[in-house]
């Protein structure tokens, strides 16, 4: 089946040095905060995170639950991190998250978030149809991920002042 390719790029300027940017993605007990979850929704939230290594999320919304899970694919201390993440039950395929920080002359850090993704294509869709869901897929997914990094702004806010 045809698959179309979906990118997303999310660039954000945190109050927050590179290093505790970087920690909001590499440390279990911060991560299980608001990485495709949150403290309320989260079942579980399984992390080996070193390259190589992998995690398991399941998250409960709605009475619906979602397995996420990925791998690590390359972690570079507060500079870098390309890792994988897939959907059980709604794709085959794993898409691809890139993080990359840069520290900016005010202390605080620039965060460009990369998401790549292959969306089967339905054969029934006209060129139309086809159009317009792959931007709804894409506009949903954008809304999605932006709402999870104000979350981790979010959480990062409120263990500053803690």
Not at 7 to 29: G, H, N, Q, S
Not at 127 to 135: G, I, R, V
Request: hydrophobic share 35%.
């Amino acid at each position: 089946m045809a698959k179309y390719n979906v990118e997303i790029d999310i660039e954000r300027l945190l109050k927050f040095t590179p290093e505790v940017v970087y920690e909001a993605w590499t440390k279990k007990d911060i991560l299980k905060e608001w990485f495709m979850t949150t403290l309320r929704t989260n079942k579980s939230f399984e992390a080996d995170i070193q390259e190589g290594g992998t995690y398991r999320i399941v998250d409960s919304r709605n009475g619906k639950q979602n397995v996420i899970e990925g791998t690590y694919e390359e972690l570079v201390m507060d500079e870098y991190i390309k890792m994988t993440i897939g959907m059980l039950g709604l794709s085959e395929e794993e898409d691809v998250i890139e993080v990359e920080f840069f520290e900016r002359d005010n202390g605080g850090t620039q965060m460009f978030f990369y998401y790549r993704s292959f969306v089967e294509k339905e054969r029934s869709l006209t060129a139309l149809e086809y159009k317009q869901k792959k931007k709804e897929y894409h506009d949903s997914t954008v809304h999605g991920f932006e709402l999870m990094i104000d979350q981790m702004q979010h959480v990062l806010e409120e263990q500053r002042h803690n």
